[in-house]
Structure formats: structure tokens, C-alpha cells
């Protein structure tokens, strides 16, 4: 079974940023930053790639409305949106949510960083993407 559907169903006990009739944010566990938010369909589906145009956008919808308050709540100078699509992006549970991680300075506890690599050639990537 699905941690996050038995969190909707009220079968494990969570701290509820939001509800409505699909949607379900609450608190993540643990909290690293103050207000990191995570925010599902109450529908299960395993990733945004899985998940209907509606679910998606009324997560999404959700989680601009909430990360506006928590910034501003919280005092944080920004925030990351994320969605971490499948094990190799990230993703430990296979139920769709949106991170809402307030940020405060550089010195805060999470980081997103890009290593360097090989520079791809535009053309070639192109060339993939557009192949049918």
C-alpha cells in the first residue's frame, strides 16, 4: 500500500497544511526547513508523467497558492517548487507531489547542484527530441 494514500485516508497521522475534495498538502517528516510542504492528489498515480493534465494542474494551482503563504509566513527569502519524477530523479514514493521547500540563505540544508559535464551538442539534442 501507498504511505501517502493511507496519509489521504487519515490512517497515518499527518500535520495538514491544506484539503479539499482532490487535493492533500501536509508537513513533510521530516522538517529540515520550516513549511516544507508537500502537496498530492488524493487520487493515487505514481508521477506527473502517469497523472491527468486536471490533477497536475490543480496540484500545481495548490502549491503556488501555498507557497506564497509559507514564504511569506515563514520570512524565507524564496522557495523551490519541485517534483521529483521516477527512483533515478529522486522520487522514494511512488504517489505524485509537489516539494514546497521555503529558502532562507545559502547556508540552508538543501541543495540543488549541477555538476559539470560534457557540453552537448544543441543540434543532436534537438534531433533527439524531435524524432518519431
Avoid: W
Avoid at 522538517?31 to 494542474?57: F, S, W, Y
Avoid at 521516477?86 to 507531489?97: E, N, R
Avoid at 521555503?102 to 557540453?119: G, H, K, L, M, Y
Wanted: hydrophobic share 40%; charged share 25%.
Amino acid at each position: 500500500m501507498c504511505i501517502f494514500c493511507d496519509i489521504i485516508d487519515h490512517k497515518i497521522p499527518s500535520s495538514v497544511v491544506y484539503e479539499d475534495d482532490d487535493v492533500l498538502a501536509i508537513l513533510n517528516v521530516p522538517q529540515r526547513l520550516c513549511g516544507h510542504t508537500l502537496v498530492m492528489p488524493k487520487k493515487h498515480m505514481a508521477n506527473i508523467l502517469e497523472a491527468d493534465e486536471e490533477t497536475v494542474v490543480k496540484c500545481i494551482k495548490i502549491a503556488r497558492q501555498l507557497a506564497g503563504t509559507i514564504v511569506a509566513k515563514t520570512g524565507a527569502a524564496g522557495c523551490n517548487i519541485l517534483n521529483n519524477c521516477g527512483s533515478a530523479a529522486g522520487q522514494s514514493v511512488d504517489h505524485l507531489h509537489f516539494h514546497i521547500i521555503p529558502r532562507f540563505d545559502d547556508s540552508d540544508p538543501v541543495t540543488i547542484d549541477f555538476q559539470p559535464a560534457p557540453e552537448l551538442d544543441l543540434d543532436e539534442v534537438m534531433k533527439t527530441l524531435k524524432a518519431e
